[in-house]
């Protein structure tokens, strides 16, 4: 099975950078996934880790560190469009030709003016 | 962009009733899944579909439930008899192996 850990709030200022923390554990490990949330719509992808290390896109960046079951998603540069919710997914290696994603509960970010 | 559709965007159904809930994954997808996101709470997996089979299904999905690919085009879950705990929004997926693609989801209210 899999447990995923992630803050469930938080807030920061438009034009500032926000880290968001994921740790988890798993039997296998395939991949590391996040995905943005806003109310009422469907999770769009963000980024995606399998190796250790920093991946950047844009504004935003992932983080992952298969040893500690670590990463983060770090967003730069915070626009008020960016108030959602961040699922940080975990892929098990285990898992039955299905690549299916194991969904942490979501931080909820706000950015204030 | 390809994209993944869903319908009804919103059903609203009696207790026992049973409902079909329909998707049209990104056409050159092979993997297919259903999620459900009961409000407030997080994305939980249901079941994933490949090669015209269930390849994983998660502790929720039960006899209540089950999917099909009736034709090329369509990919549905079935869910008997619904219960108000139900009540939910049903999301689905495609993907080719990489990231999943999300449909807008299907808002199930069982009254």
């Known amino acids: 099975g899999q447990n995923i850990d992630q803050p469930t709030e938080m807030t920061a200022t438009e034009g500032a950078i926000v880290q968001i923390n994921c740790t988890y554990q798993?039997?296998?490990?395939?991949?590391l996934f996040w995905y943005q949330q806003h109310a009422g719509e469907a999770p769009t992808f963000l980024s995606y880790?399998?190796?250790?290390g920093l991946e950047e896109k844009g504004r935003f960046s992932s983080f992952l560190s298969r040893s500690k079951g670590y990463s983060y998603l770090l967003l730069k540069e915070l626009q008020m469009k960016d108030s959602a919710s961040y699922l940080c997914?975990?892929?098990?290696?285990?898992?039955?030709?299905?690549?299916?994603?194991?969904f942490g509960k979501g931080t909820s970010l706000l950015v204030t003016p | 962009e390809p994209e993944v559709t869903q319908t009804p965007s919103h059903q609203v159904t009696q207790m026992g009733q049973e409902v079909i809930l329909r998707c049209v994954p990104i056409?050159?997808?092979?993997?297919f899944y259903w999620y459900r996101q009961i409000l407030g709470q997080k994305v939980e997996f249901l079941v994933s579909?490949?090669?015209?089979?269930?390849?994983?299904k998660s502790e929720i999905f039960d006899d209540q439930f089950s999917v099909e690919r009736p034709d090329g085009s369509n990919f549905t879950l079935k869910i008997r008899s619904t219960k108000l705990e139900d009540s939910a929004m049903y999301f689905c997926?495609?993907?080719?192996?990489?990231?999943?693609?999300f449909g807008e989801g299907s808002r199930l209210t069982v009254l």
């Open positions: 997926a495609s993907s080719e192996a990489g990231e999943l693609f």
């Open positions: 997914a975990v892929r098990d290696s285990s898992s039955n030709s299905g690549y299916a994603l194991n």
């Open positions: 056409s050159n997808h092979l993997y």
């Open positions: 880790n399998v190796l250790d």
């Open positions: 579909f490949y090669n015209n089979e269930i390849s994983e």
């Open positions: 798993t039997s296998g490990f395939n991949g």
